[in-house]
């Protein structure tokens, strides 16, 4: 039986370099035992074939990815008490107007709304009251500039369902293409979709502003330059 974190320190506990999860691991709990790897699926795998008795992850994305590689073995066990570590958009450091509109934008759009946009995607429902009053009240200098920039072009991570994936015809899918798809719906704002979802290139294409948008990414201390 699994409660807590407490009860891993004398198993292994399978993570991804670099990702959040891992970071904190090392940092609030340096005793644990850690096998790195390279990427999510080779994590999962580890514990599906004992090589890790454990992994650390969120309720919407693993399970589907356990899912998609018919893995029947892994159950998930308990909160983890982990900070949480919500995926963002990443908007160029240039333009703080898009920056605060996409923001009131997200604030105003219901809960109920947001809901039914994770809940299409994940394997947990998760019901929300309506309420009323989602206005978004942008100031006459946002105003001005969605009105002088007709065009956001918009980049998604091709590999990371259920938030962002493509389908075999090449389309991007997920929890952050519907989301920011309805936040420019109800901003007024017209999308242009980066077609490549490799992170390196799409990542590359936003630092020379090639890319305004990524709809998909976590907060980190060096992405905030």
Known sequence: ?????????????????????????????????????????????AVSTGKAYALIGDLISIPVMINDFGLKNLKAACPSGLSDHPLGMGIRNDWPELRDILDKTIEAIPPYDLAAIKNKWAPFSVDYGISSGN????TDEEKD?????????????????????????????????????????????????????????????????????????????????
């Not at 399978?14 to 990702?19: L, R, T």
């Not at 206005?135 to 942008?138: A, F």
């Not at 929890?175 to 799409?202: C, F, M, Q």
């Open 145 to 225: 500039w969605l009105k002088a920039h007709q065009v956001v072009t918009i980049a998604y991570p091709g590999d990371y369902g259920p938030y962002s994936f493509q389908d075999q015809h090449g389309e991007f899918k997920g929890i952050s293409v519907d989301l920011v798809n309805e936040v420019a719906r109800r901003a007024g704002l017209k999308l242009k979709t980066y077609p490549d979802g490799n992170w390196t290139n799409l990542y590359s294409a936003a630092q020379q502003h090639e890319v305004d948008v990524i709809g998909g990414i976590l907060k980190r201390p060096e992405r905030d330059q």
């Open 135 to 138: 206005v978004i009240k942008l």
């Open 1 to 45: 039986l699994v409660s807590s974190i407490e009860d891993l320190r004398d198993k292994k506990v399978a993570v991804v370099e670099g990702y959040a999860v891992h970071r904190e691991l090392v940092e609030k709990y340096p005793n644990l035992n850690l096998l790195v790897f390279d990427n999510i699926e080779e994590v999962i795998r």
